[in-house]
């Protein structure tokens, strides 16, 4: 069991930075794939990033590929969601999810992930 808790969203305007967080409590955490995903209003929950258990592989979205950086500090149980250059089509709520999954092509997928936080609100102005 693990519970993830997101935080660092705010309003913010385009061009700018932010970086979101997200704790992980229970065991093996370290174990887990992490994800980030999101959510805009009337549109499906999309993935965004995520990385492996090592921290040594990382997988982006084209939509966020070198503006946004997924990394993850196991000994603080926190994964974290670096976002450089916001632009508005960056609006939504921002999730982290847990996962043991062994294949690649399955970090995609939003059902590969059996743990979710309950998001935070990014909101990014023109």
Known sequence: QVQLVESGGRSVQAGGSLRLSC????????????????QAP???REFVAAIVWSG???????SVKGRFTISRDNAKN????????LKPEDTAVYYCAAGRISRETNYYVPGSYG????????????
């Not at 229970?26 to 992490?34: A, K, L």
């Not at 926190?78 to 250059?85: P, R």
């Not at 309950?118 to 909101?123: A, F, I, K, P, R």
């Open 42 to 44: 009337g549109k499906e």
């Open 78 to 85: 926190t994964v974290y969601l670096q976002m450089n250059s």
């Open 23 to 38: 704790v992980g409590s229970g065991r093996s955490f370290n174990s887990y794939t992490m994800g980030w995903f999101r």
């Open 115 to 126: 743990y979710w936080g309950q998001g935070t609100q990014v909101t990014v102005s023109s």
């Open 56 to 62: 040594l592989s990382t997988y982006y979205a084209d």
